[in-house]
């Protein structure tokens, strides 16, 4: 076995390896989309979050933006605040924006459902790190099935 | 004999060495002249080899010293240690040749190693030391490719690659068929004369060591019992020496291993 | 009678310490000691081929195969909840998070970790180590650091490459047989798996396997008896134990990095 064979193979396994990097990296993780390029956070305050986990898509329309990079229980009220890391080329949305938990299909993934506000001179755009009022919690099935049984009851 | 010290290129004192409980060396003396070939004999399994890694500081003694040209070999660091090394060499049993090289690469290794030398020098002092040991043609050839007398001729053109001031061979002479036994006698002798080092022989192969060595200790039961020229040996009135020498079965050094009494034992041990 | 019991116990903890020594030293030794790079590169690149480049056709198989395998059996369950689509992050994160790394790990320690150490153990019973000692060239340094620098630099391009292939291997089953729609399988997928959470992470545990296999597996086989029986035996150990390592630390990795 002589060296420059050996040095053709090894130049070949590193290639494969930084080929297979850059497929996980672009095809499987998908960096281009959630980018690791610049970010800002906005922050919304839910009374359920139902299945909502870090990491979360945030999409509008259903492109993704950006995604759930905290969630924790605000220690006052008890109410869990999310934190949503948005790409900065996405940022200039009006302080009447609404945020949903929603789910995809029946037994889906959750993610949150972003609304963007109408813009005029009478609202501001929002900055990063403020708190979007409007927000609508998770669905939780068991409370749906709840309230369907008791307005049956009432009828 | 004088105490100059340069007329010695190895002297060891007061050696104690023991591996577990066993004791190898008990308080040895011996000393290896300059430019000479030194035979260290004795039976086998009494640690002829580990003498040889104790000189090279492979081991340590329990106490004693051993100095080669000024240093004490077990006190020197690990630094230090190396840099000796450099000076000597050693011939493996086996010859220890590395087996992922052909035999110009083996020769070469330590030259690459240790110098920066340019690859058309290190050519030629390869071919040097193959032409030595008669090997030039089998240059390229791998160790598994050779016969075993050419494996230990490759390993020995290795040894002397760096031009060492002292070469230890263990055993060189086991397991050769008679020519190149022959082969490697004469080249032993004639390595000692021509590049004026130094050699210590180990071996248990009475008459070729005789027409090599210029002084012969022998060793057993963890000391020397004998020393001297070949003649002085021959004439020697030590028992044990005689067994040695003349390859008695029975004598100071028993035939039977230390068991019970056989009569006993034959009887099934009723006493 | 109890006393007996007692020493041979303590006797047992105290050659574990003197291993584990053994084996730090050893390792100390061999990392400080790459003495130039002109000289070390080339012995690098060597053991670069030796240990990743011939582990790579049974890596790219395994992979090829599990990551199959995984695609047919979680589409049967996944099917039953019209959940299908969610095939595409099931093979990708398990790959990615655990099998990539581990399985690698464990063949690693069968192909590449069993030869090293046979290997070395030949090298010691056929005298080199000790003559290289005599030539005034260290063999912790000529022979050891090498291959344990190699060791770790393969084991995690070898678990990426799995994990890719095993990705495709999926998509083979998941796509092109069964059916699933090839956009939700990607897309679904790159919804879940993050760059940092899942594919370094993975990466992160097989550097941490690589360490410990070419670790265990030099360590036996510098320190294996020279003989025939001994060195079988060293080869033996190093599957085992590689492999045992592999997977506790993996149950302790994963409660680290994925268990809070």
Request: net charge negative.
């Amino acid at each position: 076995m002589n060296t420059r064979k050996i040095e053709i193979m090894v130049g070949f396994f590193v290639t494969l390896s930084i080929g297979a990097m850059i497929i996980l990296a672009f095809k499987v993780a998908d960096i281009s989309a959630t980018g690791s390029g610049e970010t800002y956070e906005l922050k919304a305050k839910f009374d359920n979050i139902g299945g909502l986990k870090i990491r979360s898509a945030v999409k509008v329309g259903g492109v993704v933006i950006g995604r759930v990079s905290s969630i924790i229980l605000d220690p006052e009220d008890y109410l869990p605040v999310v934190t949503l890391t948005l790409g900065l080329q996405y940022s200039n949305f009006s302080e009447t924006s609404t945020v949903s938990i929603l789910t995809s299909g029946l037994l889906g993934e959750q993610y949150i459902g972003f609304s963007p506000g109408f813009i005029d001179e009478t609202v501001d755009i929002l900055q990063a790190g403020d708190y979007i009022e409007d927000t609508k919690s998770a669905l939780v099935l068991e409370e749906l099935i709840g309230q369907f049984l008791f307005s049956v009851g009432n009828d | 004999m004088p105490e100059s010290i340069p007329q010695y290129s190895v002297e060891i004192e007061q050696l104690s060495f023991s591996r577990g409980d066993r004791p190898i060396y008990t308080d040895i003396n011996m000393r290896f002249p300059k430019g000479k070939v030194t035979a260290i004999m004795g039976p086998s399994g009494i640690g002829k080899t580990t003498l040889l890694r104790l000189i090279g500081g492979q081991i340590k003694p329990d106490s004693g010293s051993i100095v080669f040209r000024g240093h004490n070999i077990p006190t020197l660091g690990r630094k230090k240690l190396y840099q000796v090394r450099q000076d000597m060499s050693m011939l493996f049993q086996s010859g220890a040749l590395f087996t992922d090289m052909s035999v110009f690469d083996n020769v070469a290794f330590a030259i690459r190693e240790h110098t920066k030398l340019p690859e058309d020098i290190i050519r030629t002092m390869v071919l040097l030391k193959l032409e030595a040991v008669g090997l030039r043609g089998a240059r390229d050839l791998m160790p598994h490719e050779l016969s075993g007398g050419m494996a230990r001729r490759a390993a020995l053109a290795r040894a002397i690659a760096l031009d060492p001031k002292l070469i230890m061979y263990d055993e060189p002479f086991a397991g050769q068929d008679p020519i190149s036994m022959g082969v490697i006698v004469r080249l032993i002798k004639q390595l000692n004369d021509s590049l004026g080092l130094t050699s210590i022989v180990v071996s248990h192969d009475v008459p070729e060591v005789m027409s090599i060595a210029d002084y012969v200790y022998i060793i057993a039961d963890q000391r020397v019992i004998g020393k001297g020229t070949p003649k002085e040996l021959l004439i020697n009135e030590s028992p044990l020496v005689q067994q040695f020498m003349q390859g008695l079965p029975d004598g100071p050094v028993p035939f039977h291993y230390k068991a019970e009494d056989y009569h006993c034992e034959l009887l099934g041990g009723i006493k | 009678m109890i006393l007996n019991m007692f020493q041979s116990v303590g006797e047992a903890v105290f050659d574990r310490f003197a291993g584990v020594g053994r084996a730090s030293i050893m390792l100390f030794g061999a990392l400080f000691g790459i003495p130039n790079f002109r000289k070390g590169f080339p012995l690098f690149v060597k053991q670069v081929y030796v240990v990743g480049v011939q582990s790579l056709t049974i890596i790219m198989v395994s992979g090829l195969f599990i990551g199959m395998v995984l695609a047919l059996q979680g589409y049967t369950v996944l099917v039953d909840y019209g959940a299908e689509d969610s095939l595409g992050p099931m093979v990708g994160l398990s790959l990615l998070r655990e099998l990539g790394p581990v399985v690698t790990g464990l063949l690693f320690a069968g192909r590449a970790g069993s030869a090293l150490t046979a290997e070395i153990g030949l090298m010691k019973s056929t005298e080199q180590l000790s003559s290289m000692e005599m030539m005034a060239i260290d063999p912790l340094r000529r022979v050891v650091a090498p291959r344990f620098w190699a060791g770790l630099f393969c084991m995690p391009l070898l678990a990426i490459i799995f994990s890719t292939i095993g990705i495709f291997g999926g998509h083979l089953v998941g796509v092109e047989w069964l059916g699933i729609d090839a956009g939700n399988f990607w897309s679904i997928m790159q919804s879940k798996v993050d760059l940092v959470d899942d594919v370094f992470n993975g990466v992160i545990k097989s550097i941490v396997f690589a360490i410990v296999v070419t670790w265990i597996a030099l360590y036996k086989g510098y320190n294996a008896i020279p003989t025939a029986d001994g060195i079988s035996k060293a080869t033996t150990d190093t599957v085992v134990q590689a492999s045992l390592a592999v997977l506790g630390l993996d149950f302790v990795l994963t409660v680290f990095m994925f268990g809070g």
